[in-house]
């Protein structure tokens, strides 16, 4: 698999990680399946909603991801999500682990003092129960 993503969507998911430091920020990537991509067209911001620790967890209500998928129905939809690590290496944590779902892409920026660096793209394998990295290509 990969996850294609235009460098404005990747712009835009930098300022948010970095308006967010030094709190995890979260959002949701839409666009399309093409083939084993998924091609990103937007992103949308959505509130970290973690009780707490939200420098090292994010949550995401889950009727903002069913209103998303709502909204996105047809070819377009809900195809993954992206999230901040703010001062730690953008690769998923065993939180992010024990909350993945299989079927969407993952983007994590990592955030070092609040300036926006390396980021890594996953999918999770649920047979295994591990992230796996794919291909990032930024258009």
Sequence with gaps: MELRVPRGVIEDVDAHAQDAYPEECCGFLIGRKDGG?????????????????????????????LKIEHEFRGETRLVGVYHSHPDYPAKPSSFDARRAWPWYAYLIVAVTRGKAGDRTAWEFDEA????????LEIL
């Excluded at 998924?38 to 009727?63: A, F, L, W």
């Excluded at 295994?128 to 291909?135: L, M, P, T």
């Design 37 to 65: 991509s998924h091609v990103v067209e937007q992103s949308r911001r959505t509130e970290n909603v973690h009780p707490k620790d939200r420098g090292t967890r994010y949550s995401i209500d889950g009727r903002e991801i």
């Design 128 to 135: 295994a129960g591990a992230f796996r990295s794919v291909s």
